[in-house]
């Protein structure tokens, strides 16, 4: 994305705050006239007090010195808090647009990036552009118009001295704009590799426990300290750049003062000028250097802003949203049957689904089984559309799901599965958690209690009210379960999609975890994936895949009876049962 469409964002999202920005624009303009005013003021210093030995001029400069100083004092005030507030309120609209865009986007696109990634986006990229649209753009307003302001200055005490110093402008100019794309290019390095820090950091906070199991501190902090010196070493060139701008500004800015007071200096000799006027003269140009030099600064910060707009923008604006068109049918319960019709699907160009005909009856049990790969939870994420077939249709009591609104598809669905995500937040917002508006809490009691999970909450030090810590660190994987399950009984829907729920539990855990699904299973359509004939022998429908087709179908005893495949993946868990048995 081009420098410029960085900026037409950043102007549209600056279109909301068009009063205030208007009004910090204004405060600038004065507080540069002001800057500019004393320099005004040496001439008559000088003409008038210091050779003419006016006293009365000498009292009304001091007076209106005063006055200049408190009314800078008072713009600059509302010229600052303008300008951040829009800056930073710009900042929050973008980091807003880019979560909620974000919240849009496909499942696959999060497949593809690691959560460090884009929390750099969001956290790193974004205060990039916070430095740009808050204080940079506050110094740019103020530090040009100031230019601009000091140079008319000097254009009026001497348009023919002024000419030296304009020539200087453009090399300046030249130097500053140069500077600044090197920096704006190590910047999105310096933004792949804070990437990359992130995401190593995740990974090994997450993994901690493994980290001391294997005794592999050492080898993670070499990891870190790689990922963290190729930072610093291209963060270098940035510095370099920095560092070189300022001195190579001051070096032309001396040729050109020298230049100019030889020039001057002649110019009061012959007669040409006054001593006020060139002195004038002489302190406007003195004090243009400082805000030209701070313009240097400037630009290379807007520079560093304008390439974390342009990673955060190219998110926004090119990655396409799952949703790509808007639909107008709603979902309402299942009422007759699931229909998967010719669905094929393949990830990355690789075949996964191919030639899927089923038909589900509402209220029935349909498990899947097949191999590790063969595709039966892809198949099940068709389902709610976390993916959508390459070719083929999913149909919901007749109706085409590409045709149907997302999220009222989603509102019909529960999704129980091995992994399960707890969130840093109460029990009763975990089990709550989807709902728009907060559900009774004897609602939320009573989808604990049919999910087996009343009694060890009640247990816990503030019950319901207990934080359950990041990704639920401070319960068991089966009270995980139950409080999944507790949120899926809450949620209340027609259709049910169980994976592997039950696995890499005791005993104990999972009888309690399967009376809990049997009570949530009773009068849904549900889909289950399970490694455990005892689960899947009981459907009414059992489904085998191998390689991504279908091979087999049908109730336990004919599938028994055929001999084929689902046979031999019964017989191999029966071995293994009877193999850990002893």
Same mark, same amino acid.
């Given at each position: 994305m081009k420098k410029r469409f960085v900026i037409k964002n950043l102007l549209y999202y600056l279109k909301s705050y068009k009063l205030r920005f208007g009004l910090a624009v204004l405060c600038t303009l004065v507080v540069a006239s002001l800057n500019a005013f004393p320099a005004l003021l040496v001439k008559y210093a000088v003409d008038d007090v210091l050779i003419s030995k006016n006293i009365k001029?000498?009292?009304?400069?001091? &007076?209106?010195?005063?006055?200049? *100083?408190?009314?800078? !004092?008072?713009?600059?005030?509302?010229?600052? *808090?303008?300008?951040?507030?829009?800056?930073?309120?710009?900042?929050?609209?973008?980091?807003?647009?880019?979560?909620?865009?974000?919240? $849009?986007?496909?499942?696959?696109?999060?497949?593809?990036k690691t959560t460090g990634e884009l929390m750099s986006k969001v956290l790193f990229d974004i205060s990039l552009m916070q430095k740009a649209v808050s204080s940079s753009l506050r110094d740019l307003a103020r530090y040009f118009f100031t230019f601009i302001a000091l140079l008319s200055v000097a254009f009026y005490q001497s348009p023919k001295m002024s000419f030296f110093f304009i020539i200087a402008v453009p090399p300046i100019s030249y130097i500053v704009f140069r500077l600044g794309e090197k920096i704006r290019r190590a910047t999105r390095g310096n933004q792949e590799r804070m990437g990359d820090i992130s995401s190593l950091m995740k990974e090994t906070y997450s993994g901690i426990k493994e980290v001391k199991a294997y005794g592999a501190e050492k080898i993670e902090e070499i990891r870190f300290d790689r990922s963290n010196f190729s930072f610093f070493a291209n963060?270098?060139?940035?510095?370099?750049?920095r560092a070189l701008a300022p001195p190579l500004v001051e070096a032309i800015g001396g040729v050109i003062a020298a230049t100019v007071l030889w020039f001057g200096s002649m110019m009061v000799i012959k007669g040409e000028v006054t001593p006020g006027?060139?002195?004038?003269?002489?302190? @406007?140009?003195?004090?243009? *250097?400082?805000? &030209?030099?701070?313009?240097? +600064?400037?630009?290379?910060?807007?520079?560093?802003?304008? @390439?974390?707009?342009?990673?955060?923008?190219?998110?926004?604006?090119?990655?396409?949203?799952?949703?790509?068109?808007?639909?107008?049918?709603?979902?309402?319960?299942? /009422?007759?049957?699931? +229909?998967?019709e010719d669905v094929n699907f393949e990830y990355d160009s690789v075949p996964v689904l191919k030639?899927?005909?089923?038909?589900?009856?509402? !209220?029935?049990?349909?498990?899947?089984?097949?191999?590790? !790969? @063969?595709g039966k939870t892809t198949l099940l994420d068709l389902i709610p559309q976390f993916y959508l077939p390459s070719s083929g249709r999913i149909l919901f009591d007749g109706l085409d799901a590409s045709e149907l609104d997302i999220r009222s598809i989603r509102d019909q669905?529960?999704?129980?599965?091995?992994?399960?995500?707890?969130?840093?937040? /109460?029990? $009763?917002?975990?089990? $709550?958690?989807?709902?728009?508006?907060?559900?009774?809490?004897?609602?939320?009691?009573?989808?604990?209690?049919?999910?087996?999970?009343?009694?060890?909450?009640?247990?816990?030090?503030?019950?319901?009210?207990?934080?359950?810590?990041?990704?639920?660190?401070?319960?068991? !994987?089966?009270?995980?379960?139950?409080?999944?399950? @507790?949120?899926?009984?809450? +949620?209340?829907p027609s259709i049910l999609l169980l994976d592997e729920a039950t696995s890499a539990l005791d005993s104990e855990n999972e009888t309690l975890i399967q009376e809990a699904l049997d009570r949530l299973m009773k009068g849904r359509t549900t889909l289950v994936i399970s490694h455990k004939f005892s689960t899947v022998q009981h459907a009414d429908l059992i489904v085998v895949l191998k390689d991504g087709s279908i091979v087999e179908e049908g109730i336990h005893s004919e599938l028994i009876s055929l001999n084929g495949h689902y046979k031999k993946l019964y017989e191999m868990q029966v071995e293994e049962n009877g193999s850990s048995s002893n």
């Open positions: 001029m000498a009292v009304l400069l001091s &007076l209106v010195l005063v006055v200049i *100083y408190l009314f800078k !004092g008072i713009f600059s005030y509302f010229q600052s *808090y303008f300008m951040e507030w829009v800056g930073h309120r710009v900042v929050v609209d973008v980091r807003s647009k880019l979560h909620s865009r974000m919240m $849009s986007f496909p499942l696959h696109f999060f497949e593809q963060m270098k060139r940035v510095l370099r750049v006027e060139f002195s004038s003269f002489l302190v @406007a140009i003195g004090m243009i *250097y400082s805000p &030209l030099k701070s313009l240097t +600064r400037v630009y290379n910060n807007m520079m560093e802003g304008i @390439a974390g707009g342009q990673s955060v923008f190219e998110l926004i604006d090119n990655e396409p949203p799952e949703e790509v068109a808007v639909r107008t049918k709603k979902m309402n319960k299942l /009422t007759n049957e699931i +229909r998967i030639d899927i005909n089923i038909e589900i009856k509402r !209220g029935s049990l349909v498990a899947f089984v097949g191999l590790s !790969g @063969a669905i529960a999704v129980v599965a091995q992994q399960v995500f707890i969130f840093n937040d /109460t029990v $009763s917002k975990n089990i $709550s958690y989807g709902f728009k508006e907060e559900p009774n809490f004897e609602d939320i009691v009573s989808a604990a209690k049919s999910a087996n999970a009343d009694s060890f909450i009640r247990a816990m030090p503030d019950g319901y009210n207990t934080i359950l810590g990041e990704d639920g660190v401070r319960i068991s !994987g089966g009270e995980r379960q139950r409080i999944a399950i @507790a949120r899926a009984i809450l +949620r209340n």
